[in-house]
């Protein structure tokens, strides 16, 4: 009985120094992708530009940010695989970068100043319509008169 409680007691040691280096390897690996949106024309920064990082393998899954007053953003928590980036801010052309892969060997991206061009918006027609309405004078309106 003695014996056997022994090599349980070490079996339990043995997997219990084993666990922890296990949970080490199981925790999703991740990178960080940062950079500035900015006028290419101005080189002023595009505060509020949205960005959105989509994995080309399952397009549904997607992180996004949005690009603070200096222009700068940072998306972080990005799990291992290939990547499309998509840059949008209201006046300008979409920007999208291709072939973003966030990998053991290279994790972290820098990708510097993201320089968006100004588009023309071509509206629609806006049609307005007014009503005038006609009400009659007042009891006090009539006595001047």
Sequence with gaps: MLQLFRKTAGFLLLLCGLLPGA????????????????DSSTRKALAGAQLVLRLYADTSRQL?????????????????????????AVGFRTRRIDSIFIR??????NLGDL??????VE????????????????PRDRQKS
């Design 23 to 38: 949970e080490l390897h199981a925790q999703t690996p991740d990178g960080m992708v940062v950079g500035n949106v900015l």
């Design 64 to 88: 996004q940010a949005v690009a603070d007053g200096n222009g700068y953003f940072q998306i972080t928590g990005i799990p291992y695989g290939l990547y499309r980036l998509q840059v949008t």
């Design 104 to 109: 053991q060997q290279r994790a972290d991206f």
């Design 115 to 120: 320089l968006l061009s100004n588009q023309a």
């Design 123 to 138: 509206l629609t027609e806006v049609v307005v319509y007014a009503c005038l309405l006609y009400t009659s004078p007042s």
